[in-house]
């Protein structure tokens, strides 16, 4: 829920889209393709590609083909899995996971997520939505920004299972329990 709506506050961005384009992204059949479509007319636009050639095949720099590539790789690779595990559970697939039409079992589904997994894919949602953002209403800033985010996605993606909860866990437990001992001993006083 959280990648739709930041595509649609992105998509709406008064510096951003014209109608007709916002139109043409809305049209798109899913939230994946949309997120594409974005990357794709903001690309065109910043890069004065024209629209009957595919964007690497442009004759534009070889860093901005390279950064379309990347870009899309991580809505394919780091996106797509987020939006489609949340529509899974949305549908109810918490045991036994469906095909695309709901029609046949594939499968058990993943087991649940912890806190850090939960809020890892929010940070990589965030941050990937931060480049496109920037990439609409600003290619100076987008140039400027590129290389921090994308090492920011690369580093949450290496902890993005939450396999480090349990030290997690133990530090809550700690700082707790040392705010409790402090708090008593401002009662003894």
């Known amino acids: 829920m959280i990648a739709e709506a930041r595509l649609r506050k992105i998509i709406h961005d008064p510096q951003g889209f014209n109608e007709r384009e916002r139109k043409l992204i809305a049209s798109s059949k899913s939230q994946i393709e949309r997120w594409k479509s974005a990357v ?3 690309f ?10 595919e964007i690497r095949d442009s004759g534009a720099d070889p860093k901005v083909i ?3 590539a990347i870009i899309t790789e991580m809505l394919d690779e780091d996106l797509k899995p987020i939006i489609e595990g949340r529509n899974k559970t949305a549908h109810g697939q918490w045991i036994w996971e469906l095909n695309n039409l709901e029609t046949q079992f594939k499968g058990r589904a993943a087991d649940p997520m912890n806190y850090l997994a939960i809020s890892r894919r929010g940070e990589i949602i965030d941050d990937l939505a931060e480049i496109v953002h920037v990439l609409i209403v600003s290619e100076p800033a987008f140039q400027r920004e590129f290389d921090r985010l994308y090492g920011k996605i690369g580093t949450t993606r290496c902890v993005i299972d939450g396999n480090d909860y349990p030290q997690f866990e133990a530090t809550i437990r700690s700082s707790g329990r040392q705010r409790i001992r402090s708090a008593m001993k401002d009662d003894r006083r």
Do not use: G, N
Not at 44 to 53: G, I, K
């Open 66 to 68: 390279s950064r379309h």
């Open 40 to 42: 794709d007319f903001a």
């Open 44 to 53: 065109r636009r910043q890069y004065a590609v024209p629209v009957h050639l």
